[in-house]
């Protein structure tokens, strides 16, 4: 089955920016809707971004206009660009295959171990 792996976390100031990215193997994703979710201490995964197979993306409010996601299929990828970021964008950031319609969790099949963001002030 497909392995996903995140890579891009790490500290940044208030407005700054960082890139995400994830990469699979195992199986090629491009026939497969994507997403990405983040998870704070004390709170529930939630949903952040979400591409599908033809390139149309989705966000969720707290995003929109911040963040972008992107998949580059020749490289087995998807990525998430984040500016203007505060603390209170600071989680755990996951990528995700999805299996069925919905951005909630229990509609991903395959998740990545997650990296660490943390935004300061």
């Known amino acids: 089955q497909v392995r996903l792996v995140e890579s891009g976390g790490g500290l940044v100031q208030a407005g700054g920016s960082l890139r995400l990215s994830c990469a699979a193997s195992g199986r090629t994703l491009s026939t497969y809707r994507l997403g990405w979710f983040r998870q704070a201490p004390g709170k529930e995964r939630e949903f952040v971004a979400t591409?599908?197979?033809?390139?149309?993306?989705g966000y969720a409010d707290s995003v929109k206009g911040r963040f972008t996601i992107s998949r580059d299929n020749a490289k087995n990828t998807v990525y998430l660009q984040m500016n203007s970021l505060t603390p209170e964008d600071t989680a755990v950031y996951y990528c995700?295959?999805?299996?069925?319609?919905?951005?909630?969790?229990?509609?991903?099949?395959?998740w990545g171990q997650g990296t660490q963001v943390t935004v300061s002030s």
């Open positions: 995700a295959r999805a299996a069925g319609a919905s951005n909630t969790p229990l509609d991903y099949d395959s």
């Open positions: 591409i599908s197979q033809t390139g149309r993306t």
